[in-house]
């Protein structure tokens, strides 16, 4: 954390780009559902994608406990707070636990996941039919948590942002100005 209480710089970027891969993946995931046209493309995609926001979910939580997040502001209600340290460590519990249930899943099913350049990972659990519909239910069921989850952190920031004017949203937004 910088003095003045804002993220750093590597929280910030970490932030906003996994946000954007985040909604990018709830949306692929509801249209590969949706379309069958669509879908094995968009199955390639996501793929890949889930692989690459579990590492950046890896480096995320790895700068968080070298690097403390600003101070929520001293007038906050308790329960606000304790809310908004919870949400936060759900998103990273689900920033993690939707790929590599997505992994297993894949796996479970004996279906490859090749990322760019042809490289396939290895499966992390054997090939089981019930297996597999298992981690598929909870896939999903954790998809439409973490969307909810991200409804109620966006809500939460422009409240933050436009209500409050607390600077708690400007502390991730924007970084010390010199």
């Known amino acids: 954390m910088s003095s003045n209480g804002h993220f750093n710089l590597l929280a910030r970027v970490l932030h906003w780009s996994m946000a954007l891969l985040i909604l990018a993946m709830l949306f692929i995931g509801v249209t590969m559902v949706a379309s069958v046209h669509l879908r094995p493309g968009l199955i390639n995609l996501h793929r890949p994608l889930g692989i690459l926001i579990l590492v950046l979910a890896l480096l995320r939580l790895y700068n968080r406990l070298r690097h403390r997040p600003p101070p929520l502001p001293a007038d906050l209600p308790a329960w606000q707070a304790w809310a908004a340290t919870a949400s936060h460590w759900l998103l990273y519990a ?39 519909a ?45």
């Open 94 to 132: 689900l920033m993690l636990a939707m790929p590599l249930i997505g992994w297993a899943m894949l796996s479970a099913g004996g279906y490859p996941i090749v990322l760019w350049g042809g490289v396939q990972l290895p499966a992390i659990v054997p090939h089981t039919p019930s297996l597999y």
């Open 134 to 178: 298992l981690l598929r239910g909870a896939h999903s069921l954790l998809a439409y948590l973490l969307f909810a989850t991200v409804l109620m952190h966006v809500g939460a920031a422009l409240f933050h942002a436009w209500v409050r004017r607390d600077g708690v949203f400007q502390a991730m937004a924007r970084g010390e100005r010199h």
